[in-house]
């Protein structure tokens, strides 16, 4: 059966440094990926998707890569600030018709000061 | 304006009573869904409407009833309320067309707590 499998420990950075998260899968090729953050008490907000045939995806200080041979996809937050403390999901359309989004286990990055 | 709202945001009832949540989107899109996400965080679909037709059940227990009466409204019933039914429910959309581009839109959650 299809995993989506996100670090599954918290992850911990100072101010200023790189974050990078990863989302690996199994047993399917996505046409594309998507990520969310999701913050306490609310519901996911979309950040970016990539495509298959595309290898890296930028949007301000988040980047987003996708590797559909290794089947994974790191998502990389730079100079990161306290206010990107948050759970970040990521997700793979399972239905193929953009109808079944199914989501990883997702990864709680904390960036302290 | 809320893009997807749903109501209420807690909901706190005793083992066997029927509740109902419900949700309205003003975006426009043609598909809406329910997810529940556990005390582990872990985000599941439940149910997705096209244009107020089911079109992804995912194995959920009968007790569970969503209803469409029109694509900016999906609702969700629940009867006989068990206490592994605890979690936050939460509705989303999206233009199934588009979704590929602008993700699906969440609503803020419904905390359930069965007692």
């Known amino acids: 059966s299809q995993k989506i499998e996100q670090n599954s420990e918290a992850l911990n950075i100072q101010e200023g440094k790189t974050a990078t998260l990863t989302c690996n899968y199994t047993n399917y090729s996505p046409a594309y990926l998507q990520w969310y953050r999701q913050d306490p008490g609310r519901g996911p907000v979309f950040l970016l998707l990539?495509?298959?045939?595309?290898k890296e995806k930028r949007k301000e200080r988040l980047k987003v890569t996708f590797d559909t041979t290794l089947k994974q996809s790191l998502f990389h937050i730079t100079a990161s600030q306290p206010a990107d403390s948050a759970t970040y999901l990521c997700?793979?359309?399972?239905?193929?018709?953009?109808?079944?989004?199914?989501f990883g286990t997702g990864t709680q990055l904390k960036v302290e000061l | 304006d809320t893009a997807v709202s749903q109501t209420p945001k807690y909901l706190v009832t005793q083992m066997g009573n029927d509740k109902s949540i419900k949700c309205e989107q003003n975006?426009?899109?043609?598909?809406m869904y329910w997810y529940k996400q556990d005390s582990k965080k872990f985000l599941k679909i439940m149910f997705s409407?096209?244009?107020?037709?089911?079109?992804i059940n995912e194995t959920v227990p009968n007790r569970f009833s969503p209803k469409s009466p029109d694509k900016a409204h999906l609702n969700l019933h629940i009867n006989s309320l068990e206490l592994g039914d605890s979690a936050v429910y939460f509705c989303a959309s999206s233009q199934v067309d588009r979704a590929s581009n602008y993700g699906y839109t969440f609503g803020s959650g419904t905390r359930l707590t069965v007692v």
């Open positions: 997700a793979l359309d399972m239905g193929g018709g953009g109808n079944k989004l199914t």
């Open positions: 975006l426009g899109h043609d598909t």
């Open positions: 409407y096209n244009n107020k037709e089911l079109i």
């Open positions: 990539i495509r298959e045939n595309e």
